[in-house]
């Protein structure tokens, strides 16, 4: 079975830079995507970053030049780096997992780990 746990994250001052990291396990697929979301207080939770199995690599526009995703070698710890850190970064960050980026996102099927919590202030 699939199980994400998120870790890394913390308070920082704005300016500064977190490094989160994602432990994967038990992944089903030989194609795949794995992201990022983060649901920042008093929005909509949104998709921050992603990286498939080919090593393809989708940002947010707002985080794009700032965030960085990245797996392991054994595709078994996802990453996402993080520099010069604003306020608006500030909310709980998920990893996930899912057969294609579409349905990670925008369906269902996605497996999902607990959550990070990132404070910037």
């Known amino acids: 079975h699939v199980q994400l746990v998120e870790s890394g994250g913390g308070s920082v001052q704005t300016g500064g830079s977190l490094r989160l990291s994602c432990a994967v396990s038990g992944n089903p697929y030989r194609t795949y995507c794995m992201g990022w979301f983060r649901h920042p207080p008093g929005k909509l939770r949104e998709g921050v970053a992603s990286?498939?199995?080919?090593?393809?690599?989708t940002y947010k526009d707002s985080v794009k030049g700032r965030f960085i995703i990245s797996v392991d070698n054994s595709k078994t710890t996802l990453y996402l780096q993080i520099n010069n850190l604003t306020l608006e970064d500030t909310g709980t960050y998920y990893c996930g997992l899912d057969r294609g980026c579409a349905s990670l996102f925008y369906g269902d099927s996605g497996h999902w780990g607990q959550g990070t919590q990132v404070t910037v202030s």
């Open positions: 990286i498939e199995s080919d090593g393809t690599t």
